[in-house]
């Protein structure tokens, strides 16, 4: 089995395709390596899967283009034809799609529908795709549970990504594409991004300079860690998408459906107070910050948490990382990637 990993540069796309390679999967990456954020640090990854295709003797190739472009997309399909396709390409960062829209409309909405074009016609055993806890939006009912309606986004990125479960479930009504949705809740951990808020405080607070501590620091997150991310993804992408047969056309379900389409939340269930977060990189650091409090940023949300059980049932795991082992590895790598 072939599976093609859109965003196999990124941070989750990387992890997965290493996991895939260690366990026998020839993998097909697909990234433009955009520089949305530094992209020698996307080299650095691939240069790594390179290196474990050549240590396990299992194949890796990567194409370098956008999602945008209809034509790579479908010879990416027709070349190296992928039994199982993983979508982590998307433009990403909630503050910047409100920046820079049209990058949102373009990788997130055009991008995804080539790939599900490319789906329906190479007959796909199974889609899986990432979408976002920003989904739910302005609710503030926690935890999040994919039985909520997700139908009040406060960011072009969050619309994009409810949109990407509209499309997607389309396709596995019309054209019977098993197809999974995942919504990440603040993944972080080695390799991570350098936009998110772990690696902006640890850069910071090395060099001796303040941190960036939004709404005051009277904010929640369920900090999940890759590894947990990673463990999901791989026990979801075997076990495809069904349909749900005792689905209600009446009161319909939004975490069920007729057609074989499921979302499923993928966090920690210990939503973690900021400030707490920030003490963790503190410890892990051995170094107090500087703190700089400042407003809530446009589109973002004070709390999240997720409800993870369905996750649970469909696949057996439950994320579990606790954030002061996983913000103490992000730093032992940063210290060794970086060589600070």
């Keep these: 089995m072939t599976v093609l990993v859109t965003g196999a540069a990124g941070f989750i796309g990387f992890h997965l395709s290493t996991r895939l390679l260690e366990r026998g999967t020839p993998v097909v990456g697909f990234d433009n390596m955009n520089p949305y954020y530094d992209p020698s640090l996307k080299q650095a990854r691939i240069e790594k899967l390179h290196a474990c295709a050549s240590r396990t003797g299992i194949s890796f190739k990567l194409i370098e283009a956008d999602l945008d472009n209809r034509q790579a997309v479908e010879a990416a399909f027709g070349t190296h034809k992928p039994q199982k396709v993983v979508n982590l390409a998307a433009q990403a ?22 790939i599900l074009e490319g789906c329906r016609h190479h007959g796909i055993e199974h889609l899986v795709y990432a979408s976002s806890s920003s989904v739910y939006g302005g609710n503030t009912n926690l935890p999040f549970s994919e039985h909520q309606g997700v139908d009040h986004p406060v960011s072009l990125y969050a619309a994009s990504k409810k949109a990407n479960e509209l499309m997607a479930h389309t396709y596995s009504h019309l054209y019977g594409l098993p ?40 904010m929640v997150r369920d900090f999940t860690y890759v590894d947990d991310i990673i463990e ?12 749900y047969p005792a689905f209600d056309t009446v009161q319909p379900d939004p975490a069920t459906s007729w057609a074989p389409h499921r979302v499923f939340n993928i966090g920690n269930s210990n939503p973690t107070p900021l400030m707490d977060y920030i003490e963790a990189v503190e410890n892990a650091l051995g170094i107090t910050a500087t703190k700089e409090l400042l407003p809530m940023q446009p589109g973002d949300v004070p709390a999240t948490a997720a409800d993870t059980s369905a996750l649970e049932a469909w696949t057996g795991f439950k994320p579990n990382t606790p954030v002061i082992v996983g913000v103490a590895e992000f730093v032992k790598w940063y210290r060794e990637f970086y060589s600070v």
Aim: aromatic content about 14%; charged content about 15%; glycine content about 10%.
């Design 93 to 114: 960062g909630v503050r910047y799609s409100i920046e820079n829209p049209a990058a949102y409309i373009q990788s997130n909405l055009v991008g995804f529908g080539h």
């Design 179 to 218: 197809a999974t949705g995942l919504r990440f809740f603040t993944v972080y951990g080695p390799w991570g991004r350098p936009d998110m808020a772990l690696f902006l405080f640890t850069k910071a607070i090395l060099a001796g300079d303040p941190i960036k501590v939004f709404n005051n620091g009277e």
């Design 232 to 243: 999901s993804l791989i026990r979801v992408l075997d076990k495809p998408a069904a349909p």
